[in-house]
């Protein structure tokens, strides 16, 4: 029974450790993308402006879309952002719906997206000022101070607010059942229409287990970056 | 002829006029010290020369290239270009953390491909041999003091070989007993021909070392000329009193 259980249990988990290995390609490359937007001074219209602070020169429509959308995705329940994209293209537009794994993905990917957004900013605008002065006046490009100077200072620095963010996201894929993805707590549940409630409580054990590997590799990450300070 | 000639440089920041018209030229090999008490203008006046800043009015030459022409809009590709006459050290020294000293010296050099590898390498070697520092290429910049990093920094910045070499209060952020060994090598610089350009409040040092010594105040030159000048028989009254005032600090 407990390797019936066992095995149940990881197929489970397997659909979960996708939702999270997709999320993660996805969301850690989108939230530089809406990193950079949401610090974006793009303002298309500034030649209009007659004077400091008026509304031409604060038009910065790229930083406000970015902003706005960080402002709903984190301002609303991750369950009802899976809701809206599942159900909402077909509801308001009578547009096909998407398939329930990727609508999954979808939803995942742009909301820790915006999370790890504002953390790489927060990062990016910890770096003192002076880092980039000295590469300027050393004649490097803006691309090559960020990648060459600032890129690993910023990753040392947002090491601990992403692990936990991350973490969060192995325990958050067992949201995706409100679309009725299986993974592993539904595949915990099932049991107990057979009588069982142990192999629910025992879906623990693998959150626990994969956790505590994370934390041992983020904590060799940190290590490895701990051969500098700053 | 002059290295280094600046015309009627003027910049504001907001309301602020910080440099109300600034111009002096500077010939191959001179040392300038600018002195000057808190808020004249003296690192606004560097961060022009060196790029960061750009000013309203005012024509920056060097070697007879016209650098700069008022706030007349540059390519990045042209201020990149233009700001490597000047070298820059900062007041505190901005190595970054992640390289070894060797690295913080070459990395520059590397991505402006100013040569291979290796001659970067022996040349990064050498100008860290010039500042004292040939032990230390392997370390860290948290594992250096504020003496020793700054002499990186200033091997930095000679890596690319500015024809005007700045400095911005090298010594400002340095424990008192280690500004004598970053002020040896800005010496020793002047022995080896570098043009230099250097913000400081050791009044002995800028008296020793400069040929030129420039007094500002709110922004304008208020007294230049040689250190005996500037220093032994000031004309100016705010110059008078500015000295004063440093002779007692010191
Ligand atoms: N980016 C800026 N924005 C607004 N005001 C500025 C800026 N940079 C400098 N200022 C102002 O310009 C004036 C001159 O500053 P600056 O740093 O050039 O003086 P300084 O002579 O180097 O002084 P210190 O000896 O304290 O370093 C100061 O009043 C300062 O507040
Ligand atoms: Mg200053």
């Known amino acids: 029974m407990f390797v019936q259980v066992t095995n149940a249990l990881l197929e489970g988990f397997w659909e979960s450790l996708k939702v999270f290995g997709l999320t993660l390609l996805f969301s850690i490359p989108l939230g530089l993308v809406i990193c950079f937007g949401s610090m974006s001074k793009w303002a298309p219209l500034d030649f209009l402006s007659k004077s400091k602070d008026s509304f031409f020169e604060k038009f910065k429509p790229i930083q406000w879309l970015c902003k706005g959308l960080v402002w709903v995705v984190r301002g609303t329940p991750l369950m009802l952002q899976l809701i809206v994209i599942f159900y909402g293209p077909g509801l308001m537009f009578d547009l096909p719906l998407l398939p329930r794994f990727t609508a999954t993905i979808v939803a995942f990917s742009l909301n820790y997206a915006c999370y790890f957004s504002e953390i790489y900013r927060g990062g990016i605008e910890s770096i003192a000022t002076g880092q980039y002065e000295a590469g300027q006046v050393l004649g490097m490009t803006k691309t090559q101070i960020f990648f060459k100077v600032v890129l690993l200072q910023v990753v040392k620095r947002i090491m601990a607010p992403m692990s936990n963010e991350i973490i969060t996201l192995v325990k958050d894929t067992s949201l995706a059942r409100i679309i009725s993805v299986y993974e592993i707590i539904w595949a915990g549940e099932s049991f107990i229409k057979k009588g069982l409630i142990w192999p629910l409580f025992y879906t623990g054990a693998f959150y626990l287990i994969f956790n505590g590997l994370l934390t041992i590799l983020f904590a060799r990450l940190e290590k490895k970056l701990s051969y500098f300070r700053g | ?250």
């Open chain 2, 1 to 250: 002829m002059a290295v280094l000639e600046v015309k009627n440089i003027r910049k504001s920041f907001g309301k602020t006029n910080v440099l109300k018209g600034v111009s002096f030229s500077l010939e191959k090999g001179q040392v300038l010290a600018i002195i000057g008490s808190s808020g004249s203008g003296k690192t606004t006046l560097l961060r022009c020369l060196n790029f960061l800043e750009t000013p309203d009015v005012g024509e920056i030459w060097v070697d007879g290239k016209l650098l700069r022409s008022g706030s007349e809009k540059l390519s990045e590709q042209q201020v990149r270009e233009n700001r490597l006459h000047f070298g820059l050290v900062f007041q505190n020294f901005n190595l970054f953390p992640q390289y070894n000293v060797l690295k913080n010296v070459m990395l520059a050099p590397q991505l402006l491909k100013k040569g291979t590898a290796k001659e970067l390498e022996e040349r990064a070697k050498q100008l860290l041999d010039q500042v004292g520092l040939s032990e230390k290429l392997d370390s860290y910049p948290y594992q250096l003091s504020g003496g020793q990093q700054q002499r990186v920094a200033i091997a930095r910045a000679l890596a690319l070989s500015p024809q005007v070499l700045c400095f911005d209060e090298p010594t400002s952020a340095l424990d008192p007993e280690l500004t004598g060994e970053v002020l040896r090598v800005i010496r020793g610089l002047k022995n080896a021909d570098s043009t230099m350009t250097v913000v400081t409040h050791e009044m002995e040092f800028a008296r020793s070392v400069a040929d030129v010594v420039m007094y500002m105040a709110d922004g304008v030159i208020e007294e230049i000329g040689t250190p005996e000048q500037v220093f032994g028989n000031p004309q100016s009254e705010k110059t008078k009193a500015f000295l004063r005032g440093a002779h007692e600090k010191f």
